[in-house]
């Protein structure tokens, strides 16, 4: 069964990359927190195409997305999509905005994709059968020090949380080769994956957020946990490969 969600996550992903690369003139924005967390009519478009995509290939699956799409898996399948991760990239033409699809069952994410057209990236993953860039395997960076590593970060829409997210970041960057906030988790996951990035932390993500990437990058060797060894989610996410990401648990908590 592995292989038919991963052929359907790899198709879907391209199709849904293929849809955001004809950005539009001009943008819906819909406000979802705050003023400044917000969607637009193409983060609709995406979900919309990937859920009808999953519905017709697989009826009886159940959907988490982003803008809504929740259906009940009658399958014992679940589809986690973000169909466009990274929207103010995308409104503001950065580059790194891409779809995350992934799809778990009882034992946890089974496939993974990650795809970033701007940057001419596609990652896929199974659980059990490695990691892939643009069909390469790959393998994170470790051992890595932290005095040497290039870590990322995110910053919350949530003005309140940005003061601890701060402080964080004040204890980390004098003890660091760098800092980079490049404005989508799934890509940061994946970054890591292929050792392009040492490690990544960031408070605030959602199971969406890195339930592809998550996999990427476990399946590429790295570690991905919340605080003191807590599950990953929304308090705090910590990714690295394995020498880093002790010390990164140890100096954020």
């Known amino acids: 069964m592995k292989s038919e969600l991963l052929d359907l996550a790899i198709s879907m992903g391209h199709e849904a990359g293929e849809l955001l690369s004809k950005r539009p ?18 983060d609709k478009a995406s979900e919309s195409l990937i859920v009808s995509r999953i519905l017709a290939a697989r009826p009886d699956d159940g959907v988490i997305g982003e803008e809504g799409s929740n259906i009940e898996s009658k399958s014992g ?11 103010v990239n995308y409104v503001y033409n950065l580059p ?12 946890g994410v089974q496939v993974g994709v990650v795809s970033a057209p701007t940057i001419n990236s596609f990652w896929h993953a199974t659980k059990g059968g490695g990691a892939f860039h643009n069909g390469n395997s790959i393998k994170c960076n470790d051992p890595v020090n932290l005095d040497r590593a290039l870590i990322a970060t995110g910053f919350a829409y949530d003005y309140a949380a940005r003061k601890g997210q701060l402080e964080t970041l004040g204890k980390l960057l004098p003890q660091v080769r760098d800092i980079r906030r490049l404005g989508a988790a799934g890509v940061d996951l994946s970054f890591v994956a292929m050792g392009v990035l040492d490690g990544f932390y960031e408070i605030g993500l959602n199971e969406w957020d890195m339930a592809a990437g ?15 060894g807590a599950p990953a989610g929304k308090e705090m996410t910590i990714l690295a490969g394995p020498t880093l990401h002790a010390q990164l648990v140890r100096e954020i908590g």
């Open 25 to 42: 003139d001009g943008f819906e924005l819909s406000t979802k927190s705050n003023a400044i967390d917000f969607a637009t009519q193409m």
């Open 77 to 87: 399948v679940t589809w986690v999509i973000d169909p466009l991760d990274g929207t």
């Open 96 to 107: 790194g905005w891409n779809v995350c699809i992934a799809a778990k069952d009882a034992d």
């Open 214 to 228: 998550g996999l990427i990058a476990t399946e590429a060797g790295a570690i991905l946990s919340g605080r003191n």
